[in-house]
């Protein structure tokens, strides 16, 4: 006899002690038309009725029943249907339980997912950091893996394998008074065993029971009656706690609601209180969120320094604005890179799609900086995880996405996005600018990290033009006439403005960008931009139809002739503008940017299942149990 000819038959053992009598004949009739080929049913009531193939246990002592039915079952070499409640499973669901149990031997109990019948949703499992339990949409249900291997635990319907009914019970001690905790006691006592539980995600068995009695809640003095026999106990009890699944359905339940709008954590804590790139790129893009109209529901996160220096409130007060992240949400999107693994944690705890911007991975190529403030020894792995774990990265530029996909071998299932910054005018001029104002000074443009490049250039133009005058922003050099050194970091907004407006021309020297939005606003302004000739600098170009124009070099002698051209008005050279634009030449706007973030989020989810969730989980959990 092969394991599906055993399985055809199985027998049924349903408590009905707290069933009102009115109501019982009513519910075990339906549970015999509904399990018809059952060969035995067991049915503790608190009176007997007269039925042909069932035992029927009178009285208060249910357990009593489900020894027998143990027993029976056992005798029979037949499957055992547990219900500790009045619920309807059909034959179907014991069969497609058993086909789940016969994938193992190692497979001991099946327990299907209750479906809520006044929501039509399905409870998600039970878990005490959770006790307002979530309800899954189908679609959420559906993003599951089709089953959970599972510590034991009792439910009101676990199907058990006849393989070890067949063999002698566990020795059960006389005092439980209940069926719950002495289900628990001989689960746990085949778990020792090596038997495991199968949570079967497909398998849907309907309920109309309060939330309050879907899942058996132990008493205290249950939970003394497990411990002299099962010394692992509480131990038992803290792994089923501690199963991924909890978490990665209760990110399930936050991707795909039923009757509500999704739900996204935007973090913008990168927005610092002074002025450089990061903060100037994430109030863009604030700003174009604030102009978006959507059902979603966007929630942003900024450090308290930035809501008060930025005046965030009242500049965009029709923003949802938190300081800390909370709750389970449909995405994180972490606008910046994480520094550490540390930041992951957060990003996954609190989204069930989860990406982070990736404005460039010039802190991991660069390696050594001069003066200090080298990237965090973890930097390497963190990117490793996110290319194989995070679900999505965004990035600035074309550029930037690929140097992270050449250095860190994402996994096929990273999907990316460029979302760009704005090159449109009216964004990118400087409210102090006029175009074409010049003062006769060229501005090298940078900071004091090597791969700005800024000392140097600046000290080739000065030895090229001697009797032109200099600003290096970003640099402090050695004292040469004509050359003013700024340091870059400290400086208001207003005054690096005022720095591009004024020059006449803007010379952007950098090794390696992300971007580069100093280079919009100088074109913005309508300014000659001396630049290093890369891919980056001819995608820019690609985006942008502005007044000023784009001159490359890639060598000493091209940078004496882009900066003669720049100060003759001499053009021939420059790189053509607007390629990448539509054929009305509508330039990126913040909010066309904020606009692709919302796509590449809802796009994502469309054909999202939990996965990679799971996996982020499993990693995540094990380098924190390394961690202690």
């Known amino acids: 006899m092969n394991m599906s000819d055993k399985n055809k038959n199985f027998s049924v053992f349903v408590d009905l002690t707290s069933c009102p009598s009115p109501r019982l004949k009513a519910d075990f009739d339906a549970l015999r038309l509904a399990c018809a080929t059952a060969d035995a049913f067991v049915v503790t009531a608190p009176i007997s009725l007269a039925q042909a193939g069932a035992t029927f246990i009178v009285g208060d002592s249910p357990t009593e029943g489900l020894i027998h039915a143990m027993n029976l079952a056992g005798s029979r070499r037949q499957d055992l249907l547990v219900l500790l409640a009045a619920l309807m499973p059909a034959d179907v669901h ?101 038997f495991r539980a199968v949570v079967a995600n497909r398998v849907i068995v309907r309920t109309s029971l309060p939330q309050d009695e879907i899942y058996p809640k132990f008493q205290e003095a249950d939970l003394e009656r497990l411990k002299p026999g099962l010394p692992a106990a509480e131990m038992a009890t803290s792994t089923y706690a501690g199963l991924p699944a909890h978490k990665v359905e209760h990110l399930c339940a936050a991707a795909f609601p039923l009757d509500k709008p999704r739900s996204i954590i935007i973090d913008c804590r990168a927005i610092l209180p002074v002025f450089n790139g990061t903060t100037k790129a994430g109030l863009g893009l604030m700003e174009g969120f604030s102009q978006l109209e959507t059902d979603l529901e966007l929630h942003f996160l900024l450090q308290d320094v930035a809501l008060e220096a930025h005046h965030i409130y009242e500049r965009f007060p029709n923003l949802t604005i938190h300081t800390q992240p909370f709750g389970e949400h449909a995405a994180y999107l972490y606008m910046r ?127 090229m033009f001697p009797e032109r005058r200099i600003i290096a922003f970003g640099a402090k050099g050695i004292p040469l006439p004509q050359v003013e050194y700024l340091e870059s970091g400290e400086l208001p907004e207003e005054t690096v403005e005022e720095l591009i407006a004024g020059a006449d021309v803007f010379v952007f020297p950098s090794w390696y960008e992300g971007f580069g939005m100093p280079v919009v606003n100088a074109l913005a302004c309508g300014k000659p931009v001396v630049i290093r000739d890369s891919a980056l600098c001819r995608e820019i170009a690609g985006y942008c139809a502005l007044p000023g124009v784009l001159l490359p070099f890639d060598d000493v002698p091209s940078l004496q002739a882009a900066a003669r051209a720049a100060l003759a008005r001499t053009f021939s050279a420059a790189l053509s503008q607007g390629a990448a634009l539509d054929e009305n030449k509508t330039p990126v706007s913040w909010k066309t940017c904020a606009r692709r973030v919302l796509d590449f989020v809802t796009e994502s989810l469309e054909d999202m299942d939990a996965g990679r969730c799971l996996d982020r989980e499993k990693i995540l959990r094990a380098i924190r149990l390394t961690a202690r």
């Not at 959770?130 to 089709?146: F, G, H, I, N």
């Not at 319907?157 to 905790?181: M, Q, R, S, V, Y």
Request: aromatic residues 10%.
């Open 337 to 463: 890179q994480p520094w550490g693994i540390g930041a992951l944690h957060d990003i996954h705890s609190h989204g069930f799609f989860t990406a982070c911007y990736i404005l460039d991975t010039i802190a991991w190529d660069i390696l050594y900086v001069h003066g200090g403030g080298a990237a965090p020894p973890d930097l390497e792995e963190t990117y490793n995880i996110i290319a194989r774990y995070l679900d999505g990265i965004m990035t600035n530029s074309q550029y930037s996405l690929d140097r992270f996909k050449e250095r860190f071998s994402p996994q096929p299932a990273l999907k990316g996005c460029v979302t760009l910054h704005s090159t449109a005018p009216y964004e990118n001029m400087p409210c102090s600018a006029t175009a074409g104002a010049e003062t006769g000074y060229m501005l090298v443009f940078g900071n004091a990290y090597d791969h700005k490049d800024v000392l140097p250039t600046t000290y080739r133009l000065h030895e």
């Open 94 to 194: 014991v069969r497609a339980l058993q086909r789940v149990l016969e994938a193992d031997p190692m497979f001991g109990f099946a327990v299907p997912r209750l479906l809520d019948e006044s929501a039509e949703l399905v409870w998600a499992l039970p878990h005490p950091e959770y006790p307002e339990q979530k309800l899954l949409s189908p679609r959420a249900l559906a993003a599951l893996p089709e089953r959970w291997i599972a510590p034991e635990f009792t439910a009101p319907c676990i199907l058990i394998k006849e393989a070890l009914l067949a063999n002698p019970l566990p020795e059960i001690p006389a005092d439980f008074t209940a069926c719950a905790p002495l289900l628990q006691y001989v689960l746990q006592a085949y778990r020792r065993k090596g």
